[in-house]
């Protein structure tokens, strides 16, 4: 993960910044098995959810998909990068199970 926790808190909400910050080293050493499992579907979920988005804002960039809003998203580049924050995430948590055993 490339970005700065001030990047990262102004990415996201209060509770994925928290979550995010559970996967640090020193704090996810500290997490049962039966945890990490929960937190990997929730980190999945999380990147599912914005990859989802991203696509939508990206068509309708284009003009190929109707705006839910008033105006068409102009850009999905803060989007991606909640993608790579989950997925990186995810990333961390399946290193930690593997570790486990």
């Known amino acids: 993960m490339n970005l700065s926790p001030t990047a990262v808190r102004k990415l996201t ?43 939508r804002q990206a068509g309708q960039a284009r003009g190929k998909i109707a705006p839910t809003g008033r105006r068409p998203a102009q850009s999905n580049e803060n989007t991606l990068r909640k993608v790579e924050l989950f997925e990186w995430a995810i990333g961390r948590i399946e290193a930690r199970l593997a570790a486990l055993g």
């Open 13 to 55: 909400t209060k509770d994925e910044a928290a979550f995010l910050d559970s996967l640090k080293p020193g704090r996810i050493e500290e997490t049962t098995p039966a945890r990490l499992r929960q937190k990997l579907g929730r980190a999945r979920r999380l990147r599912d959810k914005y990859r989802d988005l991203s696509r």
